[in-house]
């Protein structure tokens, strides 16, 4: 799995634009968090490119700032760790803590 990473808020706009083209996923991690480390290990050992989603990562310790830009552009109420579908410049899909599954964003896309 070859993750994107989000390190600027100047990104979203582009991950917008790029969601008319493909789906995009936001994973907002905390690496201080051990349950954001699984979900994040579950992610990646079940993540198949074959499913056309560009996967984009956020570290939250690092890039505090851009999480609460998500949250107001795309309406969707932070919560750590947390996965958003994006496409066509909105979210489709959210979950949070253990609900974060590839099996889930599979049906989702």
């Not at 789906?23 to 490119?49: G, Q, V, Y």
């Not at 947390?82 to 964003?105: K, P, T, W």
């Amino acid at each position: 799995m070859n993750w994107n990473k989000l390190t600027s808020g100047t990104q979203l706009a582009e991950i917008k634009e790029e969601s008319a083209q493909q789906p995009i996923l936001i994973f907002k991690h905390s690496t201080t968090c051990s349950i954001s480390a699984m979900a994040l290990s579950r992610m990646e050992r079940n993540w198949s490119d074959i499913l056309g989603v560009k996967p984009y990562y956020l570290d939250l310790l690092a890039n505090r700032p851009i999480s609460r830009q998500i949250e107001n552009e795309f309406g969707v109420e932070h919560e750590s760790p947390q996965v958003l579908l994006i496409r066509n410049g909105e979210c489709i899909y959210d979950a949070s803590h253990m609900a974060i599954s590839f099996a889930g964003l599979q049906q989702a896309v």
